[in-house]
């Protein structure tokens, strides 16, 4: 039989490493200039009461002369927003209308931005951080204060780009299929996913609540 004094501190242990967890699937080879970095096969998002981590995963790496493109999140966090981005991306998002946006780029040693849209665009980069792997994906943190503290859900798309300014979006988490042909075009985005974030401390309420269970069961 397990003490409760020791139950209560493995429930702590649950509740201070708990965080949901979403993987969105993408459609490999659906490019059509077949660069493996910027095929995107799955998208990664979690949380916590701080952040929300969100990884780009891509069919190929980004050693041996790969270790280029741009990979954005385009976030409707709000009621409003605009059809454009910050960084003028030949991009057609659909009719979705965002006030979210966070870029990063691999050249030069890397680095992202962010930006919040009121009236216009503008950098708000406190609270954007992203660093990438060489075996294939790039990893964002974005603390809810960026976000938004009153968020409880919201929909995005991330999209791998080239490194000139008015390149199109090459593929869309949105998208299944193909979303544009050729570099010179626009990229069209499909349905933004979404995802819902439970209220700061509720996972640790539903953690406890397990844990609750798992000494009734013990008994």
């Not at 139950?7 to 059509?32: I, K, P, Q, R, W």
């Not at 190929?60 to 990979?71: A, E, I, K, L």
Request: hydrophobic residues 35%; proline residues 2%; aromatic residues 12%.
């Amino acid at each position: 039989m397990i003490k409760p004094i020791s139950l209560v501190t493995a429930c702590l242990a649950v509740c201070a490493t708990t965080h949901a967890s979403v993987t969105y699937y993408d459609t490999v080879g659906d490019t059509f200039s077949g660069v493996d970095n910027l095929d995107i096969t799955s998208v990664d998002v979690s949380h916590d009461d701080d952040n929300v981590y969100i990884t780009i995963n891509t069919a190929g790496g980004y050693g041996g002369g790969q270790d280029w493109g741009n990979y954005m999140l385009a976030i409707d966090a709000y009621d409003g927003g605009t059809g454009s981005n910050p960084w003028g991306r030949s991009i057609d998002f659909g009719g979705t209308e965002i006030d979210r946006f966070a870029g990063g780029w691999l050249n030069n040693g890397g680095g992202a931005l962010g930006y919040h849209h009121f009236n216009n665009w503008y950098d708000e980069s406190f609270g954007v951080d992203m660093y990438y792997s060489e075996s294939g994906f790039v990893s964002y943190t974005l603390s809810r204060a960026w976000l938004g503290s009153d968020v409880t859900s919201f929909a995005f798309d991330a999209i791998a780009s080239g490194n000139s300014s008015f390149d199109p979006g090459v593929d869309h988490l949105s998208r299944s299929d193909q979303s544009v042909g050729d570099w010179g075009m626009t990229s069209v985005a499909g349905e933004f996913l979404v995802y819902n974030l439970p209220a700061p401390g509720a996972l640790a309420l539903l953690a406890l609540a397990g844990c609750a269970q798992s000494r009734r069961r013990r008994r």
